[in-house]
């Protein structure tokens, strides 16, 4: 059941693959994109395709399900494998509604990239912690991923009205920090490149650490260490020694794959910028040129609206019944809850903004983009580096 679980994904993964380059055709060959605009033959063959992965990925997840014996949301390839297909369902019933190819052509990339990054974590199935034994875990996690996908869709469309809206003739602030959301995108494609380079030369390295209870533990890094344990006798087995010690509250052995990862979205962002001769956004501008900027922006808010309630029912409200059940309290400032507390936070901010104070267009875009950027780094950073209740997720 495993092994047809792990097929179904990889079959969803080549979908969603072709079913972008799809998209990417069907734009180029509108003429016209409009609201309720009628999709062409490129067009509708990817949302086929997307679909037909979709339900691919869903049998991954329901065949996963009874081979583990219980949801598969655990863990940090679990979970983020469910939030990718959240993010592709969320489209799906968008484009239903808004009936725009473009958004697919913007939105399965990081659907992609979502799902890559999530396969580079161990994926074998393992017993669930006491902590985790509870159907509140389910609907809490799976609610929430769902919540943060759609307000995803809502990133999706703000990126689309900023590569339209602003000038890429003018280098300024707008034009770099746009480039920086395209280098933040490139960087978890390079996370997937590094960990499969190193994979492929099947690298290990471990070390015998001595923690402050004088337990022996075994760490082991499968990228060259940069970054090692905090107050420990760190032996190397290999001759290379980390070269920075952390402080105990931060993984370090996981801060240690986000900066390699960071190499490698650097290197391959150079390698796609000498391709391009220019920035990415600048690259993306004339697939945009024909689609109304108000269309967009409705998109956007109308994803927050939807994504918003949602994701409080799940990061919050179910977070804090489950959190009850599983530690007795809940709340407890764990930097999980943390987080979690400051994306719902900024959503709010995000529907204030726009209601009371009048923030369309360009401001709301930024928004709806610093609010993935919020969700990204909850997801990684978060989980990976800073230590916690939520660590195992890791």
Known sequence: MATISSNLLFIAFILYLIATLFYGGSIKSKKKTNEKAETNTWGKIAVLLTIAGFISQLGYFITRWIAAGHAPVSNMFEFTTFFGMALVGAFIVIYFIYRTTLLGLFTMPVAILVIAYASM???????????????????HVTTAAMGEAILAISFAAG?????????????????????????????????VAVSSVFSALDYHAKFNWVDKHDNQVVMEYKMPAITGPHDGDLQSTNRFEPLIEMPAFINAKKLNSVIWSLFGGLVLYGLIRAVLRKRIAAALKPLVKNIKLDFVDEISYRSVLIGFPVFTLGALIFAMIWAQMAWSRFWGWDPKEVWALITWLFYAAFLHLRLSKGWHGEKSAWLAVVGFVIIMFNLVAVNLVIAGLHSYAG
């Open 121 to 139: 974590f161990p994926r074998e199935i393992t017993p669930l912690i006491p902590a985790l034994q509870s159907y509140w875990l389910h609907i």
């Open 159 to 191: 990126l689309i009205y900023l590569v339209k809206a602003i000038d890429q003739t003018k280098a300024n602030k707008q034009t770099f920090w746009l480039e920086m959301v395209m280098f933040s995108l490139v960087t978890v494609l390079g996370f």
